[in-house]
Each structure stands twice: as structure tokens, then as C-alpha cells.
């Protein structure tokens, strides 16, 4: 049972450049996002997925572009990386809603970007 | 505004010092209040969900209790597995994690 699947797990990029970051779910939840971790910050929202063809902002959207492709797969586009766009990100999925109410939530190995 | 705590940054123990985390929490309704564990490396891994004050839940070593302000994470006899990364999460009007608790158990 693979859980959460995130790729890449390293990424380095130029500034300016674009990348997308797949997560897949192999659990039948309804619910996925998308977080960044930065050093000193908790584990910030960017966008969540309550379903397949639904997307909704969560803390910290801009510069990022979300997909929900069917109920396994939801991606995390950068069209134009900026070096503030350096941080750990993690897909996440549950049965919950946006807080992730009353089920467990499951988090993948996380993406470590750096953007140069 | 709605805010979440997590005190001390960090924390040595011997191997079977029992010891506690706390999260305090200030936000507008708790909706629950979640613990994780996080390994370096490693995405978050769900521990417990809290709703009311007075619950508790255990697993294992661990203990976490809550209040109307705060929540505890209770180790007892910890062993050097133990050694992570404890985030606390609430959810209010939003949903906040901590910045987290990191826990070094020394043999």
C-alpha cells in the first residue's frame, strides 16, 4: 500500500523557469492538498481539493497553479520560480475537509525545491 | 486572531525521562486540534484528533490531553525511536499547524 506518492523528490531550478509536482493517492480519499514547510513556519495551506474537478485557495496561493486530474492524482504547477518559492512541499490527502476534521490525513515524502 | 503555539523549540531527554510538549491555541471555535509526528526527511505522520476539553488519547508512550487553551503531549519512559519532530495543529476559523516541538531522545 504506496499511501501519498510525491515526484520528484529533489528539484533545482533557475528563476523563471516552470515545473510541475505530481502526488497521487492510492487510499480512495476524497480530500487532497498541497502544503510548503519552510524553517521556522509551520506547514502553510496552498491549495486543497475537496473533489475531482474542485480546487479552492488555501494561506499562500500565488505563484501557484493546482489540477485535480481524477480522484488519485493532484498537481502543483510553478509557471515562473522564484527564489522565494524554495521550501519543502508536501501533498496531503484525507476523508476530511479543509481542516482535515475528524480522519486521518496522510502526507507524502515531500518535494525539495530550490529555485536559484 | 487565531494562533497556535508550540513550546519548548526543542528537547533532550535520557532514555525513560518522561516529559511533556505543550501546544497552546488561540483561536475563534476549536474545531479539533491534531498531533503529528514528523521523522527528518519524511512527510508528517498523524498521531491524534481532539475535540473537547477533557479528552485524551493514548497510543503507545504517548499521551495528549486538552484544554479550552492548551493541549499536552505526554512521553513516558520515551526511547530513542521517539526522537521527531511533534507538530500540533488546530483548526478554527482556518486551519493552523505549530511550528513544532524536536525531540531528541539520547540513549
Known amino acids: 500500500n504506496a499511501g501519498v506518492t510525491q515526484t520528484p523528490k529533489f528539484q533545482v531550478l533557475k528563476t523563471g523557469q516552470s515545473m510541475t509536482l505530481q502526488c497521487a493517492q492510492d487510499m480512495n480519499h476524497n480530500s487532497m492538498y498541497w502544503y510548503r514547510q519552510d524553517p521556522g513556519m509551520g506547514l502553510r495551506l496552498i491549495y486543497y481539493s475537496a473533489s475531482e474537478g474542485t480546487t479552492d485557495k488555501g494561506e499562500v496561493p500565488n505563484g501557484y497553479n493546482v489540477s485535480r486530474l481524477n480522484k488519485r492524482e493532484f498537481s502543483l504547477r510553478l509557471e515562473s520560480a522564484a527564489p522565494s518559492q524554495t521550501s519543502v512541499y508536501f501533498c496531503?490527502?484525507?476523508?476530511?475537509?479543509?481542516?482535515?476534521?475528524?480522519?486521518?490525513?496522510?502526507f507524502g515524502q515531500g518535494t525539495r525545491l530550490t529555485v536559484v | 486572531e487565531d494562533q497556535v503555539t508550540q513550546s519548548p523549540e526543542a528537547l533532550r531527554l535520557q532514555e525513560g525521562e518522561s516529559s511533556s510538549l505543550n501546544c497552546s491555541y488561540t483561536v475563534s471555535g476549536l474545531r479539533g486540534l491534531f498531533w503529528y509526528r514528523q521523522d527528518p526527511g519524511k512527510g508528517p505522520e498523524f498521531l491524534f484528533t481532539l475535540y473537547s476539553a477533557g479528552e485524551e488519547k493514548e497510543k503507545e508512550r504517548l499521551k495528549a490531553t486538552l484544554t479550552k487553551k492548551e493541549s499536552f503531549l505526554h512521553i513516558t519512559a520515551p526511547k530513542p525511536e521517539d526522537s521527531a519532530t511533534y507538530l500540533c495543529?488546530?483548526?478554527?476559523?482556518?486551519?493552523?499547524f505549530g511550528t513544532g516541538t524536536s525531540l531528541t531522545v539520547i540513549p
Open positions: 495543529a488546530v483548526h478554527g476559523n482556518q486551519f493552523y
Open positions: 496531503a490527502s484525507s476523508n476530511g475537509g479543509r481542516g482535515l476534521i475528524g480522519t486521518e490525513a496522510f
